[in-house]
């Protein structure tokens, strides 16, 4: 175990965990973008910064910064809320409608951008190039059917040539991820429309109610793990009332 200091209050965490949860075990809760418990640190968003005051001077982003015994860290050092304070102004302008970059920036006592107009030129930006779909699409679905197109203002994350995307198995995974809701996941009849990624995937229908739930592409998983194969085909809320009717029989039986 490791013991830091954080904010005045002493801190016991396992070594080598991250500075970010050391902070969050303190009942601090910091601003985070491009972190996710499932994914290896990134370190892309800069919202997470704090300063280690002891034994050395250093502004970190906790999010991929190892705990060490004795650090002394302040979260809320001026030079932390600072840089936290500009990172937030940059995305309010390049975010203008985003709630969530906006109740995230009121937190941190931001509520006005004193950069001009989106730099990406759509107002209605939602995409703060955290990454966290790029990498859980390629890191834990294995697809990598997205990517990061392009430089400086014109950088963005999209299917290559920002078209149909065969590697793309519409498994939800980076609109579930997204913390700005920018990726919209739409299932209309039997399509489920991914329109940041162009892409269209078809969806196969549950046997006993009809509805359209499963992509088709994703079939390949209940060959990988036998244990979903045997409830693969029928839909969630079938499979729920399948469920319940067999607890209620087993009940009956025992009464
Ligand atoms: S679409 Fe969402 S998850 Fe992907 S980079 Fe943009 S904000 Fe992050
Ligand atoms: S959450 Fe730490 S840099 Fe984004």
């Given at each position: 175990m490791a013991t830091l200091t954080i904010n005045g209050t002493s801190v016991s965490i396992p070594q080598g965990a991250l500075l970010l949860r050391a902070v969050e075990e303190a009942g601090?809760?910091?601003?985070?973008?491009?972190h996710h418990d499932a994914l290896a640190p990134y370190g892309a968003c800069r919202l997470c910064l704090v300063m280690i005051i002891a034994p050395y001077r250093a502004l970190v982003a906790s999010c991929t910064y190892p705990v060490e015994e004795g650090l002394v860290v302040q979260t809320h050092a001026p030079e932390a809320v600072q840089a936290r304070r500009l990172t937030l102004e940059a995305l309010m302008s390049r975010c203008p409608r985003s709630d969530?970059?906006?109740?995230?920036?009121?937190?941190?006592g931001v509520t006005a951008s004193r950069f001009g107009m989106p730099s990406?030129?759509?107002?209605?930006?939602?995409?703060?190039?955290?990454g966290l779909c790029v990498r859980v699409c390629r890191d834990?679905?294995?697809a990598a059917a997205i990517e990061?197109?392009?430089?400086?203002?014109?950088?963005?994350v999209g299917a290559p040539f920002n078209m149909h995307s065969d590697a793309c198995i519409?498994?939800?995974a980076c609109a579930e991820v997204c913390p700005t809701g920018a990726i919209r996941m739409e299932d209309r009849g039997n399509q489920r429309i991914l329109q940041a990624w162009n892409t269209c995937i078809t969806l196969s229908a549950c046997p006993e109610c009809g509805r359209f739930f499963a992509p088709e592409p994703t079939r390949f998983l209940k060959d990988m793990f036998p244990e979903i194969k045997a409830c693969w085909n029928v839909c969630p809320e079938c499979r729920r009332q399948?469920?319940?009717?067999?607890?209620?029989?087993?009940?009956q039986k025992t009464d």
């Open positions: 601090i809760t910091l601003p985070t973008l491009c969530v970059i906006s109740k995230m920036a009121e937190r941190e990406s030129g759509n107002a209605d930006e939602l995409c703060v190039l955290c834990l679905i294995g990061f197109i392009g430089r400086g203002s014109e950088r963005r519409g498994c939800g399948k469920t319940s009717r067999q607890w209620l029989n087993a009940g």
